[in-house]
């Protein structure tokens, strides 16, 4: 699998988490996790602003930030309820041998795990990690994730596979990066929500809460070239 450069991990040491996106997540833990003490992992958890939001609000919690990136794990700010891991998403049964979790959260990681070579295997690798992750679970554990949902206009799963194409395509990265993807090169892989949705219940997850936020303003250019009816960001909170 294609790693991205650091020059291209530049871009994610923000955090995507805003206050309106917060709020599903906060709701899920109050209800499922009430006021008892709680175990997290954080996949692909980056420079860990996620994970000390977390870490604030919950004051019982105690969690791990795993990334394939040292250069945003060393973004870190030292927490004493935080260790930060350097490792896979889809090689997770390695890197926290014997640990269980109540929470595992995938906040926009999932769509990195492609294989630049072939789309058909790019479900591989998610599943992979799915898979990891439930074998990390405690019981009664649960999984968080936020992704991007591309729905194709008439193709509901047409925006995705071009955004695969256009950014894993070796020849066109500079134009490519150009445009606007720092993904360029490495590939990324979308999909819509009802994709999205498949892919969780086919690895034997039970979808237990779904939101989204508004319909994103996009140029009318990405309606046209790339299919998109509409984009949003979606949260999934699973068991
Ligand atoms: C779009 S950023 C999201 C960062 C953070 N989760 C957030 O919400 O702000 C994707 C993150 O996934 C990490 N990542 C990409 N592929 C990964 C993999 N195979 N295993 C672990 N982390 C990965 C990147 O290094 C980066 O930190």
Redesign the pocket.
């Known amino acids: 699998?294609e790693k991205?450069k650091d020059d291209q991990?530049e871009a994610?040491d923000?955090?995507?988490?805003h206050d309106q996106r917060w709020a599903p997540i906060a709701r899920c833990i109050d209800r499922d996790f009430a006021d008892r003490p709680f175990t997290f992992l954080d996949?692909?958890?980056?420079n860990g602003i996620?994970a000390d939001r977390v870490l604030a609000h919950y004051p019982n919690a105690r969690g791990v930030v795993?990334?394939?990136?040292q250069m945003?794990l060393d973004r870190n700010k030292p927490q004493e309820r935080k260790r930060v891991v350097l490792?896979?998403?889809?090689d997770l049964a390695t890197c926290c041998p014997g640990e269980h979790f109540d929470l595992i959260f995938f906040?926009?990681?999932l769509h990195?795990?492609v294989d630049g070579s072939s789309f058909s295997n790019t479900r591989r690798y998610v599943d992979q990690a799915l898979h990891g992750a439930k074998g990390l679970l405690a019981s009664g554990g649960r999984i968080s994730i936020?992704e991007n949902m591309y729905n194709g206009l008439v193709l509901d799963g047409l925006p995705g596979w071009l955004v695969y194409q256009l950014t894993s395509a070796k020849a066109i990265a500079g134009l490519v990066r150009r445009g606007g993807a720092n993904t360029a090169g490495a590939g990324v892989c979308f999909r819509s929500r009802r994709q999205w949705e498949e892919v969780f219940t086919g690895c034997g997850l039970q979808i237990l809460d779904y939101t989204d936020d508004k319909k994103w303003k996009i140029p009318l250019a990405y309606h046209v070239f790339l299919h998109i009816g509409n984009l949003r960001c979606g949260h999934l909170w699973l068991a």
């Open positions: 699998m991205l991990l994610f923000t955090e995507y988490v996949i692909g958890g980056g996620f795993l990334d394939n990136a945003l490792g896979s998403a889809e906040n926009w990681v990195h795990l936020f």
